[in-house]
């Protein structure tokens, strides 16, 4: 299952990149415009900068979370105009912020609070760093989960959370390979400019992944008498992907380039 969401994710990426390239232009210039407007990220250990930061990715997390109904189109094999987007950063402006604050202060609380318990040098000050280091890390895998839960189940805030700590413990390895696979992404932004696949890639890689893996649940919910976890974890995936593969289907490098002269 996993090479074939790759492959899918490539291909939905490849077939709207001039529309997610606009958006992570919009994104990259408000996170340019906040950098050098706050200093946000050079001042996170006082409080005003603190504060910055919190803000910067609240503000960060609306345009994010505002391409999250054209990922999940792009998923579902659909398409929305780019115009919509900007009707979504109304619609994501409560959610968004919130989800942000709450992983700037995630990540502002790890920047500020190892380092600070290591200078302890003491067993208490590196067993608290330790917990503070895995509780991110477990909190981060989990949250990647937010926006594509939001979008593709439409559930509200505080169900969104809950979905998104479910589906980590419930799929821990899977839930580490996205986010491996959209951690190597960022070296590869970085050499395109930040222009793609930036944000909105890693978001269509997260919102495909759990699109794909929500048909687990589907068939779970039709053999109710798979109750042990062993059983549970036998899932006929080809079967289940059989449709999507045939719509995906395979493309040779010169479709790929050229489209319309397949």
């Excluded at 989960?145 to 939001?150: E, L, S």
């Excluded at 479910?166 to 839930?175: A, K, L, P, V, W």
């Excluded at 951690?183 to 495909?208: D, E, K, Q, R």
Aim: aromatic share 18%; glycine share 6%; net charge neutral.
């Amino acid at each position: 299952m996993f090479l074939f969401y790759l492959k899918k994710n490539f291909y939905d990426g490849w077939d709207n990149v001039g529309q997610m390239v606009a958006v992570n232009l919009i994104i990259l210039l408000y996170s340019t415009a906040a950098f050098f407007a706050t200093g946000a990220l050079n001042n996170i250990n006082t409080g005003l900068g603190f504060i910055a930061f919190v803000i910067f990715c609240g503000g960060f997390s609306i345009l994010v979370m505002s391409y999250g109904e054209h990922a999940a189109s792009i998923a579902n094999y659909e398409t929305r105009p780019l115009r919509e987007y900007f009707g979504q950063i109304k619609d994501c402006a409560k959610d968004g912020f919130l989800f942000g604050v709450i992983c700037g202060v995630l990540i502002a609380a790890c920047f500020i609070g190892i380092p600070g318990y290591l200078s302890f040098n003491s067993m208490l000050g590196f067993f608290l760093a330790v917990i503070l280091f895995w509780t991110g890390v477990i909190a981060l895998l989990a949250l990647q989960w937010f926006i594509p839960i939001r979008s593709l189940m439409h559930n509200d805030f505080k169900k969104c959370l809950k979905k998104c700590f479910i589906i980590f413990f419930d799929n821990t390895f899977f839930s580490i390979l996205v986010a491996f696979y959209t951690f190597i992404m960022f070296p590869l932004s970085i050499f395109l400019f930040l222009l793609i696949p930036s944000a909105t890639g890693s978001l269509l890689a997260h919102t495909n992944a759990l699109r794909l893996r929500l048909y687990k649940y589907d068939y779970l919910e039709q053999h109710p008498e798979l109750k042990t976890r062993a059983e549970q974890k036998d899932i006929p995936w080809d079967e289940l992907i059989r449709e999507d593969k045939e719509s995906t289907g395979t493309r040779s490098l010169r479709s790929l380039i050229f489209p319309w002269k397949e």
